[in-house]
């Protein structure tokens, strides 16, 4: 079943609900920053911003401060509810650090998360039915021209060759597999082409959006470029997605709630440590700060 929602996973509050959507632009030179009389080291700064790509050095570098700000709030509270860490192993075998054993333990204490109701369920599934459906399924072959991502005449003489072949099986589609042993790149060649049955996720994005539109039953009229080079596409049957009932779906429903109002709480209980505490460097509290929001 293709994922309907991305929500927030929660593992890290200081990593997930530390970001602004602030003004790329006219960001402050960085300034000491001191948390409740706690520096946070500017080598610590600079280790994460490793963890915050941004466009300018110096937006990853607020971004990484904001985090670092946000894991000592929460550290500091720990403390002073005399939290004392009790470290888990996740599934595959990481030990958690004592001080993210401290956050984890703190968040699972001091931020309460109510479980939706059938009745908020249901009402998401009312309001966003298109969105609940399983994926179209294409049966596929393929040719594929190969040619380097940056290589401009490459491109140019497999986009030549793709659209002769597009041509040539407008005419004689019979010569499909003959073509696909000539020249294509893929291991499909050895079986004129073939890709069996293909659904969301299983290629890459420019291949499948072509599918959307491509002509059932007769090569496409234009090759498809993905990274890869240019694709001679032959969709021979395509199968409706269905509409998923509300059963199969509530499962999925009632998690996206749960971390939709998980990160909302969050950010709650981080802005209201923050309004506590005497920050200085940096700006947690103007109207742009998802924190205080």
């Known amino acids: 079943m293709t994922t309907l929602y991305r929500g927030d996973q929660t593992g890290n509050p200081a990593a997930n609900l530390s970001g602004c959507s602030a003004k790329p632009a006219n960001l402050p030179r960085p300034q000491p920053i001191v948390v409740n ?32 700000v946000v894991r000592e709030l929460l550290l500091q509270e720990a403390r002073r509810l005399a939290i004392v860490p009790a470290p888990i192993t996740d599934a595959e075998g990481r030990r958690e650090t004592d001080e993210e054993a401290m956050i984890r333990q703190l968040v699972e204490q001091e931020v309460v998360t109510p479980e939706p109701d059938e009745a908020a369920c249901r009402r998401v599934y009312a309001t966003q039915r298109l969105r609940f459906r399983s994926s179209d399924i294409f049966e596929v072959r393929h040719i594929l021209v190969a040619a380097a991502p940056h290589d401009r005449e490459a491109r140019m ?18 010569r499909f597999g003959d073509l696909a042993t000539l020249h294509s790149a893929c291991p499909s060649r050895t079986v004129g082409g073939a890709l069996g049955q293909v659904s969301s996720g299983q290629t890459v994005p420019q291949f499948e959006a072509a ?9 496409a009229p234009e090759p498809v470029e993905t990274r890869y080079g240019f694709h001679v596409v032959f969709v021979d049957r395509r199968i409706e997605g269905q509409e998923l009932t509300y059963e199969m779906v509530a499962g999925q429903i009632a998690r996206w709630l749960v971390a939709r109002s998980r990160h909302a709480a969050l ?5 209201l ?8 460097g940096i700006d947690l509290k103007g109207a742009t700060s998802p924190l205080v929001q």
């Open 37 to 68: 009389g706690v520096t946070v080291p500017r080598a610590a700064i600079a280790r994460e911003t490793q963890n915050h790509p941004a466009a300018k050095p110096i937006e990853a570098w607020h971004a990484a401060a904001r985090a670092l």
């Open 157 to 174: 003489a497999a986009r030549a060759v793709a659209e002769a072949a597009i041509v040539t099986l407008a005419a004689e589609p019979e």
């Open 211 to 219: 599918l959307a539109t491509a002509p059932v039953g007769t090569v």
């Open 267 to 271: 950010r709650q209980y981080i802005g």
């Open 273 to 280: 440590l923050a309004g506590r505490a005497t920050i200085t």
